[in-house]
């Protein structure tokens, strides 16, 4: 269907799907790459927005792990438990003196003697208790280098005895004497002070190892006595980490959402020390099946925080599902990542997340406009290639005419050649493809209309030609008609020459100018057929170059498509008929050559007979031998003149037949008009 549009239909339908092709791979294209960079960007982004989640998480946690660690500091911290515990020091040491008070009262009073009355009121502080039991009161005097023990209600093996021991070299930071160190303290600061140390703690089984101690003593002047008590360091931890706890808990950011939580490092399931908004949860097992929602790994969640710390130098990034707090309570569980960092003294684990889903709503955000955005881009650029490819189509028309307007005069002109109007001629004067086109279909036919005149000339030549062969033939039969009776009457005269010697001489003379007369019509034929021969071969060349020609009218004419069909055709049939002529020339020129040899056999023959005749005066002796020979040489010449008879006969038959071709050769051509016919 294509092949039968017209060239300006097919400019149009080629272009138009070329543009539409481009149109398409383009948009395809340019969709492509921004999908792709959509793609990069969407990873980019969720990239960032998780880096600077856990960037956010890692200094949230950093901030509790922080204050969990400054508390664990402030526990052994001297000032820090002075200002938390040294008033309820002080206020059980008030308690002692006011026993002391007391005392001191009985004796301003008279009612017992000083010994008594310090007696009663060490008993009375003996037994001061509190903490469980585990505090108490004691009492020494302030000699120096090293004071004397005047009740210990833990360790009454000391009562009254100087505390010298080495032992007792263990007030911290100065590593000197306890005791010694109570009075100094005393005597430096007004009469009390605190003093930190290491000291046995009394529990249901017995004294413990030495512990660190902040003791508060106080100084009774009039009495050499030194009163105090302490607290053991390990009695502030359960409340430092209570109120650490209680820290963590208050802490929240992101408008009260972030919070965290605690739990400890046991395996294979963690205890939940402390959880803000699930408070049940406080110093249960994390084993319910419900936590196993560490994503990637199903695992137990709070496992899964331990064991990441463990790998991971004590702090790890963990994915899972956990509900997620709203307005109207905790909503169905949502992505989640949680940084959760190790505090090995207390061997808590102290987390917090965020939920991620915000990540992946930007991220679904992001693509939907991006996606909206192709969109609209493609709809603009396929209402942008509409306008363009109407307006190419417009200017493809235009082009398209004119490139087929010429092509249509190159038709019209090939039309006329196949007409025969070799007269014809193509008015285009331009000098690109079409003008070349049709600049050749000029020459075309300047060569064509050479090319047939001289056929032309060449068909009037060939028949004139076969006419005055045909002529030359007609003689030659004639002359061999003569020499065929000439050779009978030699013959019969051979046959009669020993009836006849007596006439030899005359006959001799008569055969002699007979003979001469045959040698020259001999020579004659000779001549003819050499003629015939050239002839032939001119024939020959001629048809040769007709066949040459009507090869390159058959090619120009299929050049000319449709329009050159019928010139086709007929330089076909010229250039049958010059091979046909060249054939017939091929054979009659076989046979000439034959003929020539067989004149030539008779021209000797008839050579040698003349010598014959010559030396017949000389050889009448051998007459009867020779007349023997004359007569078997008369038979044979009879038989090569029917052979020559005949050969001319065949070349008087191939001369009609190129007349006859040269004929239509010339009808065939008069059918092509030039400017010598008008």
């Known amino acids: 269907m294509f092949k039968n549009l017209k060239i300006r239909w097919k400019i149009l339908l080629s272009s138009y799907l070329g543009i539409l092709t481009a149109v398409i791979l383009m948009t395809t294209f340019v969709v492509l790459s921004m999908k792709q960079n959509v793609a990069r960007e969407v990873k980019n982004i969720r990239r960032d927005e998780m880096a600077k989640v856990k960037v956010q998480l890692k200094n949230y946690v950093d901030i509790a792990y922080e204050t969990i660690s400054a508390n664990i500091k402030e526990a052994h911290n001297k000032k820090h438990i002075i200002a938390l515990y040294g008033p309820r020091l002080k206020n059980i040491v008030d308690i002692a003196f006011n026993f002391v008070k007391q005392a001191k009262k009985e004796v301003a009073e008279g009612k017992m003697s000083l010994a008594a009355a310090q007696k009663m009121a060490a008993d009375n502080i003996k037994n001061i208790r509190y903490n469980q039991g585990q505090g108490y009161v004691w009492i020494n005097d302030t000699t120096l280098p090293y004071p004397k023990m005047i009740m210990h209600p833990t360790v009454p093996a000391l009562d009254g005895k100087v505390l010298n021991n080495p032992k007792f070299n263990c007030a911290l930071g100065r590593k000197e004497n306890l005791f010694t160190a109570f009075v100094k303290s005393c005597n430096s600061n007004n009469g009390e002070a605190y003093v930190d140390y290491l000291w046995p703690q009394p529990t249901k089984n017995g004294l413990t190892k030495e512990k660190p101690k902040l003791s508060y003593v106080r100084e009774v002047k009039d009495w050499q006595w030194i009163i105090g008590t302490g607290i053991y360091v390990d009695e502030i931890l359960p409340d430092i980490i209570e109120k650490t706890k209680n820290d963590i808990k208050k802490m929240r950011y992101n408008n009260g959402i972030g919070y965290f939580w605690i739990n400890n490092t046991t395996l294979p399931y963690p205890k939940m020390i402390m959880h803000p908004i699930a408070p049940s949860l406080d110093g249960k097992v994390m084993n319910s099946p419900k936590f196993n929602c560490a994503l990637g790994r199903k695992e137990n969640l709070f496992t899964a925080f331990v064991k990441s710390c463990n790998r991971n130098n004590g702090e790890a990034y963990v994915n899972y599902l956990w509900p997620k707090p709203t307005k109207n309570g905790l909503s169905k569980k949502q992505p989640k990542l949680s940084y959760v ?262 021209d000797e023959l008839t050579a040698s007979a003349s010598r014959k005749f010559n030396s017949v005066n000389d050889k009448v002796s051998k007459i009867g031998v020779l007349m023997h020979e004359i007569s078997r040489s008369a038979n044979e010449q009879s038989t090569s003149i029917n052979q020559v008879d005949e050969a001319v006969s065949n070349i008087n038959m191939v001369v009609q037949n190129t007349a006859a071709d040269a004929h239509q050769l010339v009808v065939a051509v008069n059918v092509f008009q030039t400017d010598e016919d008008g």
């Open 341 to 602: 960092r190790e505090y090995k003294p207390l061997h808590w684990i102290v987390g917090t997340g965020a939920y991620i889903d915000t990540i992946d709503a930007m991220v679904k955000q992001k693509t939907d406009s991006v996606n909206s955005q192709i969109k609209s881009m493609v709809m603009k650029i396929a209402v942008i290639m509409v306008i363009v490819t109407l307006l190419a189509l417009l200017g493809l028309w235009f082009t398209a005419n004119l490139i087929s307007a010429p092509l249509l005069k190159c038709t019209a002109f090939a039309a006329r050649l196949g007409e025969g109007n070799l007269n014809a001629s193509v008015d285009i004067d331009s000098s690109d493809e079409v003008g070349e086109l049709a600049s050749s279909m000029r020459a075309m036919g300047e060569k064509l209309k050479k090319s047939i005149g001289n056929i032309r000339e060449i068909s009037q030549h060939l028949s004139a030609g076969a006419a005055s062969q045909a002529e030359s033939i007609k003689e030659t039969s004639s002359s061999l008609e003569e020499i065929t009776s000439m050779t009978k009457c030699g013959l019969e005269n051979a046959q009669s020459g020993e009836q006849l010697i007596d006439e030899a001489g005359i006959t001799v003379i008569q055969a002699n100018k007979a003979m001469e007369e045959l040698q020259s019509f001999m020579h004659e034929i000779a001549k003819s057929s050499r003629e015939t021969q050239q002839i032939i071969k001119t024939i020959d060349e001629i048809a040769f170059q007709t066949n040459l020609l009507a090869l390159n009218a058959a090619v120009e004419a299929a050049r000319a498509g449709e329009a050159g069909a019928g010139f086709g055709v007929v330089a076909d049939e010229v250039r049958n008929l010059a091979m046909r002529a060249a054939d017939a020339a091929q054979t009659t020129t076989n046979q000439l050559e034959s003929t020539v040899k067989q004149i030539e056999v008779g």
